[in-house]
């Protein structure tokens, strides 16, 4: 089992900067795929960006401001988010899994999910 716990969501103002957090706990996280999806109100949940390894991919809404990054040594998955739209607005969850070779974009692909931490953009 996979523990992940999300923090640093905010309220903020377009084109300021935030960084979540994704702390998990009950396995170690460095040899898994990690990723950020997003869930705005009335919409799916939405791929942002995923990491193995050296892979990372990101979705081309927030290539370019966003950044994933991973601490082994803390067991924690990071988002840096700069330059930050109103469109960014929703509930962003951290996941995981212990398959291999899934696809790194799809929800399907992860077991695990964190409760969320809310990000509001203000214009």
């Known amino acids: 089992q996979v523990q992940l716990v999300e923090t640093g969501g905010g309220s903020v103002q377009a084109g300021r900067s935030l960084r979540l957090s994704c702390a998990a706990s009950?396995?170690?996280?460095?040899?898994?795929?990690m990723a950020w999806f997003r869930q705005a109100p009335g919409k799916e949940r939405e791929f942002v960006a995923a990491?193995?390894?050296?892979?990372?991919n990101y979705a081309d809404s927030v290539r370019g401001r966003f950044t994933i990054s991973r601490d082994n040594a803390k067991n924690t998955l990071y988002l840096q988010m700069d330059k930050l739209k109103p469109d960014d607005t929703a509930a962003y969850h951290c996941a995981t899994t212990t398959r291999v070779g899934v696809p790194l974009g799809t929800a399907s692909s992860y077991a695990y999910w964190g409760q969320g931490t809310q990000v509001t953009v203000s214009a």
């Open positions: 009950g396995r170690t996280i460095y040899i898994h795929p």
């Open positions: 990491q193995i390894g050296g892979v990372t």
